[in-house]
C-alpha cells in the first residue's frame, strides 16, 4: 500500500484511493443484493414494475450476482448450518420443477 505520512495526515495515492472506490462499490452492491434477496427490509425489495425495466439477460445477471452471494454467505457458515441450508436449497430448486 502506497502511503506516505505527512503532517500527521495520511495520503493515500490516487491509484489506491481509485482501488478502496472500486471495493466500496463492490461491497455496496453485494450488500445490496444480499438484503434484496433475503427480503430483509421492505425498501430493498424490487416490484414488478421495476423489474419491467430489465431486459432478460439483465436480469439473468442478477440473479447470477444472487446465487453468488448466497455461495459466500453459505461458505462462511459453521459445517452444520451449512449442510442444512444446502438442504434446503435444494429443496427449493425441487419445488420449481
Known amino acids: 500500500m502506497d502511503l506516505e505520512l505527512t503532517g500527521g495526515k495520511v495520503e493515500i495515492y490516487e491509484m489506491e484511493l481509485l482501488r478502496y472506490k472500486i471495493i466500496e462499490k463492490e ?7 444480499l438484503i434484496e434477496y433475503m427480503g430483509f427490509d421492505d425498501d430493498y425489495l424490487r416490484s414488478d414494475k ?14 447470477h450476482q444472487q446465487r453468488d452471494v448466497i455461495r459466500k454467505v453459505i461458505s462462511d457458515l459453521e459445517p452444520s448450518k ?3 441450508y444446502i438442504a434446503h436449497l435444494e429443496q427449493i430448486e425441487k419445488e420449481e420443477i
Request: charged share 40%; glycine share 0%; aromatic share 12%.
Open 27 to 33: 461491497y455496496i452492491r453485494i450488500s445490496n443484493d
Open 50 to 63: 421495476w423489474l419491467m425495466k430489465y431486459n432478460k439477460n439483465d436480469l439473468v445477471t442478477k440473479i
Open 82 to 84: 451449512k449442510e442444512k
